[in-house]
């Protein structure tokens, strides 16, 4: 079996050396232009450990009104990182089969998710986080859905577990949360998005 490839994009033409935290507004055409020109397919174990490239993944925060859509991950999961942690987000690496950033992303609802819709994703922007190992190699391109009051679940079970809670029920685990997971909420909760 061959390695899995992911698509990156070098730091340098992504932000200054010293970066940004947490998430920032951008215009997605921009972003997507971006990638096209400067993105490659690199195997994933390089690119986990070369900060000079960021990861492209493109990552959903999923509600359902005024609910949020919280998962916790079990130890059965394949990055030992993560484990026991819990998030707001849905999303994963791009690959060579995936046509575009939207496309990854689909593919990714259908991976993790049992549903028999797929809701908008509206852009939210672009999330970096450089002070964790894993959040040094990857940049986020956030997204927002909305269930609609339709039913969505797990579908690895034994890796991860979910279901839809109110903000109060998200803010008493932020302790316990994923980075990403914690400046995605804190970022879309405070700007009313969703």
């Keep these: 079996m061959s390695e899995e490839l992911v698509l990156v994009v070098p730091r340098s033409v992504l932000m200054a050396s010293s970066g940004w935290h947490g998430i920032r507004a951008m215009d997605l055409t921009a972003f997507l232009e971006v990638v096209g020109r400067h993105g490659a397919f690199r195997p994933r174990s390089a690119a986990e450990t070369d900060a000079s490239s960021k990861?492209?993944?493109?990552?959903?925060?999923?509600?359902?009104?005024?609910?949020?859509?919280?998962?916790?991950?079990t130890r059965a999961g394949g990055d030992a990182r993560l484990h026991d942690l819990y998030s707001v987000g849905v999303g994963g690496h791009l690959n060579p089969g995936d046509v575009g950033l939207l496309a990854g992303l689909e593919r990714e609802w259908h991976e993790e998710l049992e549903a028999d819709f797929v809701p908008e994703f509206r852009f939210a922007g672009l999330l970096n986080d450089d002070s964790t190992e894993v959040g040094s190699v990857h940049i986020g391109a956030v997204f927002v859905g909305d269930a609609g009051g339709r039913s969505v679940a797990i579908r690895e079970t034994e890796k991860l577990s979910g279901t839809f809670v109110d903000r109060e029920d998200v803010v008493s685990v932020i302790?316990?949360?994923?980075?990403?997971?914690?400046?995605?909420?804190?970022?879309?909760?405070?700007?009313?998005?969703g």
Excluded: K, N
């Design 55 to 73: 990861q492209v993944i493109p990552y959903l925060a999923l509600r359902d009104g005024t609910r949020w859509f919280l998962m916790r991950r």
């Design 175 to 193: 302790p316990e949360m994923e980075t990403w997971s914690r400046l995605t909420f804190e970022f879309l909760d405070s700007h009313g998005t």
